[in-house]
């Protein structure tokens, strides 16, 4: 006799999703949820579908895009994972599952305007394609339209999203201006990657317990779990920037540091070249090879004209050199040590949770971020 291929398949959607392994669904009761979720997520997906709608060609299309490329839905497959906690997935949990995505998919345009990113999802990014302004306008739009849904739940709702929102923006104005003058640099990057990736996911976790009525002893775990998580995933982001196989990252090789984008491998570099000569050597070039090819500061201040007219642009195999460099320095392996603790603390705070299938599947979520090392 044949195993049942049928309940694997169910659970396949939950277990892609969050990277997790069909074996964490080993029981009935387990199983029996990741086939809810499964279908829960298939509701989510029409919802999206339904709510990215917008009057005028240019509205539609362009609020279509970054959705239509795909993603992994974490965000909402976490809302509907941690509503098993209370009465599963109601409407209210499939509502807020649906601003939450809609919320992250907003920001991704205005991110990849202020990067000035060329591609997103594998496919060009939409100010590649409209321009900024259309860009920007069409996160706004999606902005507005995840309000216009978590204000049908609700005062608390319009709170949560309020808050979110907040520390959404306030992560990316402090990335733009920087630490202050007496600033730790790595404390700052972390506060930034707690406010622009770990709010949100902290938020779709929380929205779970609040929307399913779930027990609201919970909700202070779930968010300390969900914060920590996200700066967990943005640090492995961080590593996988700098990774050699461009074919599953679908990035080139350093993309960040190319753009002069700063991340926590480059930060550890400049604290051991304060007392390393070796580390000093390749922060230098660095910022004299790599960062220039893409972006003519320095510091933010702009370079001498008669400065870069003299400049001789490196080759290309020099910039791969010194990113490989990088990759493998003690840096980028103390940024992976640091996402492990991450990944750690957010499963210690998932101790006050019940024992059972939501807190095995957020303990083996928490484990997997941290092993997506391409």
């Excluded at 069409?138 to 608390?156: C, I, N, P, V």
């Excluded at 949560?160 to 700052?188: C, K, N, Y």
Aim: aromatic share 4%; charged share 25%; net charge negative.
């Amino acid at each position: 006799m044949t195993p049942s291929q049928p309940v694997a398949r169910r659970g396949s959607a939950l277990a892609a999703n969050l990277g997790l392994s069909e074996r964490v669904f080993a029981s009935a009761a387990d199983r029996a949820m990741a086939r809810a979720i499964d279908e829960g997520i298939d509701r989510v997906e029409a919802g999206l579908l339904r709510e990215v709608e917008f009057a005028g060609p240019i509205a539609d299309v362009s609020t279509r895009y970054l959705l239509e490329a795909g993603g992994k839905r974490v965000r909402p497959m976490l809302t509907l994972l941690t509503a098993q906690l209370g009465a599963g997935i109601t409407d209210d949990v499939v509502m807020a599952a649906e601003a939450i995505e809609i919320t992250h998919l907003g920001s991704l345009y205005h991110d990849d305007v202020m990067d000035d990113s060329d591609r997103r999802r594998g496919v060009p990014s939409a100010q590649t394609v409209w321009g900024n302004s259309v860009a920007i306008l069409t996160g706004d739009l999606l902005f507005a339209r995840a309000s216009q849904l978590m204000a049908k739940l609700g005062e608390r709702a319009i709170r949560m999203q309020a808050d979110t929102f907040e520390r959404l923006v306030l992560g990316q104005l402090h990335e733009t201006v920087g630490p202050s003058e007496g600033d730790d640099p790595i404390a700052h990057y972390i506060q930034v990657l707690a406010d622009k990736t770990g709010s949100l996911i902290a938020a779709a976790a929380q929205s779970g317990v609040v929307f399913s009525g779930a027990d609201p002893a919970y909700e202070a775990p779930i968010i300390e779990f969900g914060e920590k998580v996200g700066v967990a995933f943005q640090l492995i982001d961080d590593v996988i920037d700098l990774s050699p196989q461009p074919e599953e990252t679908g990035k080139v090789p350093g993309t960040d540091l190319r753009a002069g984008v700063i991340t926590m491998p480059l930060l550890k570099l400049a604290e051991l070249a304060a007392t390393d000569a070796a580390s000093a050597d390749l922060l230098q070039r660095i910022e004299r090879d790599v960062v220039i090819v893409t972006d003519p500061t320095v510091g933010g201040d702009p370079l001498d004209t008669n400065t870069l007219a003299s400049r001789i642009v490196p080759s290309r195999a020099t910039v791969d050199g010194i990113v490989a460099e990088l990759r493998e320095h003690e840096a980028t392996r103390a940024t992976l040590a640091e996402a492990h603790r991450w990944a750690r603390d957010a499963v210690a705070a998932l101790g006050p949770l019940p024992e059972g299938g939501v807190k095995k599947a957020l303990t083996r979520f928490a484990e997997t971020v941290v092993e997506r090392q391409s």
